[in-house]
């Protein structure tokens, strides 16, 4: 299960207190108009500012429902 969370020290603090396993990554997070070749700009901008990409998954805004596509950023 992969989660993006906007408070990591709170889900750290109960997932410890539980005794699960988990690790950290680091995530980039862009949000994308809904158009063909969006994608493709993207990577092509993290790319150019040099962060490698592991794999990449999207979501929505909950706020307002924008698309939202998060990488993985891969280990250096």
């Known amino acids: 299960m992969r989660l993006v969370l ?3 020290a709170t889900a750290k ?4 207190r539980q005794r699960a396993d988990y690790r950290e990554r ?3 997070t862009v949000t994308l108009t809904h158009r063909p070749g969006e ?3 993207a990577a092509t ?3 150019d500012a040099g962060i490698n990409i592991d794999y ?3 979501g929505a805004d909950p706020r307002n429902n924008a698309n939202i ?3 993985e950023v891969a280990d250096a």
């Not at 603090?13 to 410890?16: I, N, V, Y």
Request: proline share 5%; charged share 25%; aromatic share 10%.
């Open 6 to 8: 906007d408070n990591p």
């Open 13 to 16: 603090t109960a997932l410890d």
């Open 26 to 28: 680091d995530v980039a």
């Open 39 to 41: 994608l493709a700009r």
């Open 45 to 47: 901008r993290l790319g």
């Open 56 to 58: 990449g998954y999207c």
């Open 69 to 71: 596509l998060v990488f």
